[in-house]
């Protein structure tokens, strides 16, 4: 009996106790739809609320990038033709301008295009007398017209076959004027730049399929390809200040602008490549260097707001907007990036409007 008296006295205080207890949170927090108000000063006091202004605002994100040349300052120097290298005109570190002769080689192959230029041209100017001579038989009334246009015929066919020869020639960067049968083929830089390899051996003999055997780079500007992941793509269009950091020199950082964006998405790696063009006159930027790139977009007003601010329930993220005495309002919002500890908001407040910024945890579970 009195072990069951005693069980009974404990119930009923327990029970007074959390009754109270619901009683007093009921008291403080009073919710209706999605205002709430609170009741309770001490905990009014450990709220803090803060006024909505805009603020300049810089949106910028990091991402891995690498060093290219520019393909249109890059060039792979390799033989056109079968044969022997009989001099070489560089050497290794060189400065060359376009049309600069880089290595002469002795080659057939080159001997019978030339061959074939001059025997076209030959042909040419031969259909092209046989042409006037029709011609003027018809003239004076010697010819007959089918004898004519036979000979304009044959003369446009070799027309197009010394075309052929001479664009063949042309390709090698070959002056016809100075063509010379059996000379050796001299090949010459498509562009101006340096000489950053040569593997130029004289005496050697080279096939048609031969692995390049000089390379020549005008890397006074580079790219540095960077790979920008899908979520961050809208970010791109409109930034203004690419900073890149060399792996090499951390220390250091370079400046570039945004030359093209890919419009590929490759779909391994769910990322565009955005090329960034940047000037490297001190050739400390080598093509193959990893580093960061850091994109920042062009400043702009924004609502900015304490990430403790945030709040977050299953379907959004929502603030408490203050109404006066002691009443709030759940406002759902639409954020956008961070920066320090403080968060874009997209949508869903205006400027002047006061919200919770310190405090806010103490209405998540207010029901």
Not at 215 to 230: G, H, M, P, R
Request: aromatic content about 6%; proline content about 4%.
């Amino acid at each position: 009996m009195k072990l069951n008296s005693l069980l009974c006295l404990v119930g009923i205080v327990a029970f007074s106790c959390t009754g109270n207890s619901q009683d007093s949170a009921s008291q403080d927090l009073l919710v209706q739809g999605d205002t709430i108000s609170v009741s309770s000063s001490s905990l009014l006091q450990k709220i803090k609320e803060s006024e909505v202004k805009k603020q300049p605002f810089q949106q910028s994100f990091t991402t891995s990038g690498v060093v290219k040349a520019i393909p249109t300052g890059y060039a792979e120097i390799a033989s056109p033709f079968a044969g022997r290298i009989v001099k070489s005109f560089v050497r290794l570190g060189q400065k060359v301008s376009k049309g600069s002769p880089i290595l002469e080689i002795s080659s057939p192959d080159f001997f019978e295009t030339g061959k074939n230029y001059y025997q076209a041209k030959q042909e040419m100017q031969l259909a092209l007398k046989s042409l006037k001579r029709e011609k003027d038989l018809l003239a004076n009334k010697v010819g007959v017209q089918k004898e004519v246009e036979e000979a304009e015929v044959n003369y446009e066919l070799k027309k197009k076959d010394y075309e052929n020869a001479l664009a063949a020639l042309k390709v090698f960067q070959v002056n016809p004027s100075n063509l010379v049968l059996g000379q050796p083929l001299i090949v010459r830089s498509p562009i101006n730049g340096e000489v950053v390899s040569n593997k130029i051996i004289i005496g050697q003999y080279l096939k048609e399929d031969a692995e390049p055997i000089a390379i020549i780079a005008d890397l006074n500007k580079v790219w540095v390809a960077a790979n920008v992941k899908e979520k961050d793509i809208p970010l791109i269009r409109s930034l203004k200040n690419v900073e890149v950091s060399l792996v090499a020199m951390p220390e250091r950082t370079f400046t570039g602008t945004i030359y093209h964006i890919n419009d590929m998405l490759d779909e391994e790696t769910r990322a565009v490549e955005v090329l960034i063009e940047c000037d490297n006159k001190d050739r400390l930027m080598k093509p193959a260097m990893y580093g960061t790139v850091k994109l920042t977009d062009a400043a702009t007003e924004a609502i900015l707001i304490p990430t403790s601010a945030v709040l977050q329930n299953e379907e959004s993220n929502y603030v408490l907007v203050s109404l006066g005495n002691g009443k709030f309002l759940k406002r759902a919002i639409q954020v956008g990036g961070s920066v320090k500890e403080q968060t874009v908001v997209l949508s869903g407040l205006e400027p002047g409007e006061k919200i919770v910024t310190v405090g806010a945890f103490y209405f998540i579970d207010a029901r």
